[in-house]
């Protein structure tokens, strides 16, 4: 394994050592270092902060976004032509999607270009909403189709549009460009959202009341999951030599190694195994928002994230996943699921409120339904049900922009680290007219994640381009639970 550079890009790391790694197993491990951080200058400036989080127009990160396609809403939310319009909220905007007659999706400005009344209460109807206050009518490409408050020999209806971002649906999902380009870039090649016809695909999103940048880094940040997730998971209860196994036993990754790459980062942690050999968790971050955590084996997990701003203190987590071959958290030898990994997203019924769609029963005003005595007899580390209940939970639990001036970030932290920078360089970099490679290359999203055994003087970025590539049948590693050999 090489030796972490993340350093040299994090300016404001003013205080760090580093050192061989530990002699835990010193005869099986690859020459490594490991960044040890130990002072107090690891966090961020609060204007780097705000620069990371803002997402409203004019923003240098809001604007970036807008170079993307964005998940907007689900295509069961518009069921049926002229249904029932929906309030969206989108990079701290306000917009209303509606399908018009012939099935168009329309996502537009939610105030009305007369006078502001909320286009929500429109009438959709004839291809169009027409807005209840004065009549005035618009298309799903932004155009005012009538308006009938006007004397008819008028031409002003020509010289009025309402905002409408164009909207295209692929797989179940609807998806927007708030961009400033006429002629629009490709969608990304998101793996799961590309299945063919009959294909086993699904598409879910959750609110989550906080910042998206805190969001995202719960799904970069793997050391967390033997503790919050497997913090009660001994690994007697597991087979040797499985990946779960492996997960617990050492509870957290012995190195991180993480790469800056053309769709934005990646990272390989790793621990030993029995053997010579190196188990390594594979993950990526894509910009602008999405990730790909390494649950399950590489090669054949196909499952993408993408943590959407819906403003500077919400987010929408977009999960995308195809097939599942084998999930590897399937329980311990005794049938149980590890502590707490059940899955717990009961929600509450959507409301029609910008803030009111696809939120859990579960929240910050129940604290999430922790039970105590399943934290107390370590039945659940958490005592919190449920795998993303649990990241809910504590990225919520930060605060609504979490303060990075506060931190105090380890090794553990280099990819988050690394991740930040990347966002922050793009946005500045954009400022300088310098357009991101992901904008206009959607091949670059041709990735997958996930855990791999590795030689151990292998370089495992290298060592797993093969296994990385998404749209490859592996149907020789479906059903294993101790993954590829590369
Ligand atoms: S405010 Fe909408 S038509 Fe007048
Ligand atoms: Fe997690």
């Known amino acids: 394994m090489e030796a972490l550079f993340f350093c040299s890009v994090f300016r ?13 197993h010193p ?9 040890v951080y130990t002072g107090e200058a690891t966090m961020l400036t ?26 907007a809403i689900m295509s069961s939310e518009l069921p049926t032509p002229d249904s029932d319009p929906v309030r969206v909220r989108l990079l701290s905007e306000d917009l209303v999607a509606f399908r018009d007659t012939d099935g168009n999706v329309g996502l537009i400005d939610n105030y009305c270009p007369h006078r502001r009344a909320s286009m929500f209460f429109g009438r959709n109807e004839e291809c169009g909403l027409r807005c209840v206050y004065h009549g005035w009518k618009f298309d799903s490409n932004g155009d005012c189709v009538d308006m009938p408050s006007e004397p008819a020999e008028s031409n002003f209806k020509d010289k009025v549009k309402i905002t409408a971002y164009p909207c295209q649906e692929r797989n179940g999902v609807i998806w927007t460009y708030m961009g400033p380009r006429t002629e629009l870039p490709p969608l990304p090649d998101i793996e799961p959202n590309m299945m063919p016809e009959g294909s086993e695909w699904s598409v879910s999103t959750v609110l989550r009341d906080c910042n998206w940048v805190q969001a995202l880094e719960g799904d970069i940040d793997t050391s967390h999951l033997g503790f919050l997730h497997f913090g009660s998971v001994n690994s ?21 190694d993480v790469v800056d790459t053309d769709y934005g980062t990646s990272y390989g942690a790793w621990r030993p195994t029995a053997g010579d050999d190196i188990y390594w968790r594979v ?12 649950t399950n084996v590489l090669g054949v997990q196909i499952l993408v994230r993408a943590w959407v701003p819906v403003d500077d203190t919400h987010s929408m987590f977009w999960n995308f996943s195809g097939p599942n071959p084998f999930r590897s958290v ?3 030898k005794k049938g149980k699921a590890p502590g707490g990994a059940s899955v717990n997203n009961d929600f509450i019924p959507n409301s029609s409120n910008f803030l009111g769609r696809w939120r859990l029963a579960a929240n910050e005003g129940n604290d999430y339904q922790i039970d105590r005595e399943a934290q107390k007899n370590n039945k659940i580390y958490t005592g919190i049900t449920g795998i993303h209940l649990q990241d809910q939970a504590v990225t919520e639990s930060m605060g609504a922009i979490s303060d990075r001036t506060r931190e105090h970030l380890g090794a553990s932290d280099s990819m988050v680290i690394k991740t930040r920078q990347s966002i922050m360089r793009a946005a500045r970099n954009l400022q300088e007219g310098i357009i991101p490679p992901t904008v206009d290359r959607p091949e670059l999203y041709q990735e997958r994640s996930g855990g791999v055994i590795l030689p151990k003087d292998a370089k495992w970025y290298e060592a797993t381009k093969e296994l990385r590539k998404a749209f490859v049948d ?6 294993t639970d101790k993954g590829p050999k590369a």
């Not at 609060?46 to 998940?71: A, C, F, H």
């Not at 597991?238 to 196994?245: E, I, K, M, R, S």
């Not at 592996?474 to 059903?479: D, K, T």
């Open 12 to 24: 404001s790391i003013t205080n760090i050592a580093t050192e061989l790694t530990p002699s835990l």
């Open 27 to 35: 005869t099986k491990l690859p020459l490594s270092f490991k960044i």
């Open 46 to 71: 609060t204007s780097d902060n705000e620069l990371m989080t803002k997402v409203g127009p004019g923003t240098p990160v809001g604007e970036l976004i807008r170079q993307y396609w964005i998940p």
């Open 236 to 256: 007697e209860d597991l087979t040797p030599g499985a990946f779960d196994y492996l997960t617990v036993n050492p509870r957290a990754p012995q190195g991180y």
């Open 283 to 294: 993950a990526h971050f894509l910009a602008p928002f999405y990730s790909m955590i390494p």
């Open 330 to 332: 399937t329980g311990t």
């Open 474 to 479: 592996r149907p020789e590693l479906v059903g």
